[in-house]
């Protein structure tokens, strides 16, 4: 049987804070019945109220989760409870019952079907004649992007401050016409610019990154070949999984899992997980992605340190990774950092190989809490050297470091440090 997961990566499953509080009520032996596990997954049936009783299954190797309750969060607080007996060895091993196998047996199947859609589906999309037509549709539509571009120059920014959401919107949807899905993207997320503080500067700044893109992609022949991956990346161009574990760069450490935020945009849910190699010093990306009802990858726990091999996706800063292969099971870990002075050195590099850079990952060690002059919140390190803080709600963070310094993961964007996870001298992880 493999090895039964921690409680705390259990707990890292919960949809929310509700969730899991709820969990906690259900995990109890009394509560359940036919409970069973073997080397893939896990089942039982929890009862409800009055005589109902509801089924739960977790298929290890997804995961993926199944409850016969009217919930509709995936995973359920059944589930969880569940999950929670598992890993405290409360669940015996033994046969499936018949439902649980065949949930699990229709489960692969379709998993089975998806795998041979998208094997179809790329080798449709290399074929010479389908990439050429994608070429040029998407040339096609950065020469209208570009039109767009100069004319909102032109007509002056004054515009844009009265302007409808439709203005980006018309020109974000004929991108997804001529399949530039990222550039999209970055096109729709402009109507949130006009009227922030400062934002003609802002938006002015975007454009001109958009157009350095647009340039940079009609002179994608002449760019050093990890710049021209990054472009194409930037453009919407993707790269399929097999490729890159079968040729992207290899690097083995031991990883450190710094910190994780999931976002939702048009009905789909984005986990970013940030990781740390503790002797390459080295920042990675994991990206895992889930319609609404699917449920997200949870195989890395913020605050545990893995023996892995990862892969990475080309470009001219490699920083998106797969998992390739695991050496050893996670443990529990605090990361190593640098101080802000060091972060800013490795930031600027990293904009430098990719100006369209939108966030890098920061750890930092031994970083207090200051007010600014203007009583903004700031981490501070032991040279003086301080970075803003961008969180609507600091009281967290504050009432973990108690004034003391922290080692402090986080988000940096142009707005600040959004942070993710602190660690307190030798306690665990806290996530933000």
């Known amino acids: 049987m493999s090895g039964r ?15 899991a509080k709820a969990a906690g ?13 073997d080397g893939e997954a896990v089942w039982g049936e929890c009862q409800g109220s009055g005589a109902s009783a509801y089924r739960a299954c977790a298929d290890l190797a997804g995961p993926a989760f199944r409850c016969s309750c009217p919930s509709r969060k995936i995973p359920c607080k ?13 669940v015996a091993g033994g046969p499936r019952p018949g439902w649980a196998a065949e949930w699990i047996e229709q489960r692969r199947e379709r998993e089975g079907k998806a795998r041979e859609r998208k094997a179809a589906g790329a080798a449709k999309a290399r074929d010479p004649k389908t990439v050429e037509r994608r070429e040029r549709r998407v040339e ?12 909102q120059v032109a007509h002056g920014l004054a515009q844009a401050e009265k302007a409808p ?25 402009l109507a949130a610019i006009p009227r922030q503080p400062g934002w003609p500067d802002r938006l002015l700044e975007e454009y001109a990154l958009l157009r350095l893109l647009v340039r940079a992609y009609r002179r994608r022949g002449e760019l050093p070949e990890g710049l021209r991956d990054t472009v194409r990346s930037r453009v919407g161009f993707t790269v399929a999984q097999d490729d890159v574990l079968g040729h992207g760069e290899r690097v083995r450490d031991r990883w450190c899992v710094t910190g994780s935020r999931d976002t939702v945009q048009d009905q789909l849910t984005t986990r970013r997980v940030w ?30 340190e893995v ?20 050496h050893g099971p996670a443990v529990p870990a605090t990361p190593g950092g640098t101080s802000v002075a060091g972060f800013l050195d490795d930031h600027a590099a990293a904009v430098a190989s990719d100006p369209w850079l939108e966030r890098w990952p920061a750890t930092l060690e031994r970083v207090r809490l200051a007010r600014g002059e203007g009583g903004d919140l700031h981490v501070i390190d032991e040279a003086g050297d301080a970075l803003p803080l961008r969180t609507a709600d600091p009281w967290r963070l504050l009432a973990v470091s108690g004034g003391g310094p922290v080692t402090l993961a986080g988000e940096w964007t142009p707005e ?12 665990g992880a806290v996530p933000l």
Do not use: I, M, N
């Open 25 to 37: 009520g259900v995990a109890r032996p009394a509560k359940w019945g036919g409970t069973g596990c």
């Open 275 to 304: 990781l740390r190699g503790r002797e390459s010093g080295r920042p990675a990306l994991v990206l895992s992605f889930a319609a609404p009802g699917a449920v997200l990858d949870s195989s890395l726990a913020v605050g545990t």
């Open 140 to 151: 096609d539509g950065l020469a209208e992007l570009d039109q767009w571009l100069r004319d």
């Open 78 to 90: 059944h589930v969880l409870g569940l999950l929670l007996l598992w890993s405290d060895g409360a």
């Open 307 to 326: 023996d892995a091999e990862l892969a990475f996706y080309p470009g001219a800063r490699p920083l998106r990774a797969l998992v390739a292969e695991r």
């Open 165 to 189: 959401y439709g203005l980006w919107d018309d020109a974000a949807r004929r991108l997804v016409d001529a399949q530039a899905g990222a550039l999209s993207g970055q096109v729709r997320a």
């Open 416 to 427: 600040g440090l959004r942070p993710l996870t602190a660690w307190q001298a030798d306690e």
């Open 5 to 19: 997961w921690d409680r705390g990566r259990v707990a890292a499953l919960a949809p929310d804070a509700a969730a």
